[in-house]
């Protein structure tokens, strides 16, 4: 099977090297911080005027280990992606070359015309807060989000074409992974509406982290929607959990793939091979809330 979006970037020397901030607008931005807080034990904090949700970790120490940003809006939305750059950029020739849009003085937003989705690409220096105690119950870092664009096959080749990330696994022409550096993924696609997405990926320490982490959402109660199961893309155990007040699916993944040789083909599936040999490789399918 061959697919369409380019694996390599043509226009760029270099993809963005850090999945660094999501940026969301939800209903009632305390709530959902509420229980980022209580049942993740996510750092939340105000900078800079920004409400913020702080994986384990150093946020901004060039290692992705980034933040959830909420504001306020009438539904569940993706204001933007940021992704952290190296801080001798020369940010003019990164927007003339990505025909973006200089904001500040540390960041360019370029906008993805297919699914109108704004991507800031910022130096790391421009958000930084300290590293908040301890936690075996806090995820580790921000891995990846899983985004939705009406027209995911453009989308995909704006990410590898535009900003440089590599394909690294693909369904047919609807769901999409790709990679800026060697982890199999951080960004993916799927077919929705504009502006909105799917779930935020956030990795944990691996097999053993689980019991705690969903014991201790029991406690709080909430409960997963879907997992613990292992995703074939990726190979990357996972479990699901949703916020009740916004929506806003927050996956649970560990020991996701790495793809070290930039030069590999990315593996391709049937659009039939999504729901009998992708979605888990341990068997149960998920509910119909997660395939919305």
Avoid at 17 to 45: H, I, K, N, W
Avoid at 118 to 145: F, I, K, N, Q, Y
Avoid at 209 to 238: C, Q, T, V
């Amino acid at each position: 099977m061959t697919t369409s979006i380019s694996s390599t970037s043509p226009s760029t020397r270099r993809a963005p090297g850090t999945f660094e901030r999501m940026v969301l607008t939800v209903p009632d931005p305390a709530a959902t911080a509420e229980f980022l807080r209580s049942g993740l034990e996510m750092q939340v904090l105000e900078k800079d005027g920004r409400l913020l949700a702080v994986c384990d970790g150093e946020y901004r120490n060039g290692r992705g280990q980034g933040a959830i940003e909420l504001s306020a809006g009438g539904e569940l939305a993706v204001d933007r992606i940021v992704f952290a750059l190296p801080e001798d950029t020369d940010l003019e020739e990164l927007r003339s070359l990505l025909a973006g849009t200089r904001v500040s003085d540390t960041a360019v937003d370029v906008t993805d015309p297919a699914g109108d989705l704004t991507v800031r690409l910022e130096l790391t220096s421009a958000l930084r807060v300290d590293a908040p105690d301890p936690s075996v119950l806090r995820p580790r870092r921000m891995g990846h989000v899983n985004l939705k664009s009406p027209k995911p096959a453009a989308t995909a080749s704006f990410f590898t074409e535009v900003l440089g990330l590599k394909l690294s696994e693909y369904i047919g022409e609807d769901l999409f992974w790709m990679r800026t550096d060697t982890e199999h993924h951080n960004v993916a696609l799927r077919p929705g509406a504009h502006g909105t997405v799917h779930h935020i990926g956030l990795e944990i320490g691996g097999w053993h982290a689980y019991e705690p982490i969903l014991d201790h959402l029991d406690h709080r109660g909430f409960k997963a929607e879907y997992g613990p199961g292992r995703h074939r893309p990726g190979r990357s155990l996972f479990t699901y959990v949703c916020d009740p007040s916004s929506g806003l699916r927050i996956e649970l993944f560990a020991d996701m793939v790495h793809l070290p040789d930039p030069s590999a083909p990315p593996l391709g599936w049937e659009p039939g091979d999504r729901m009998t040999k992708t979605l888990n490789t341990w068997g149960p399918l998920p509910p119909e809330s997660f395939l919305a």
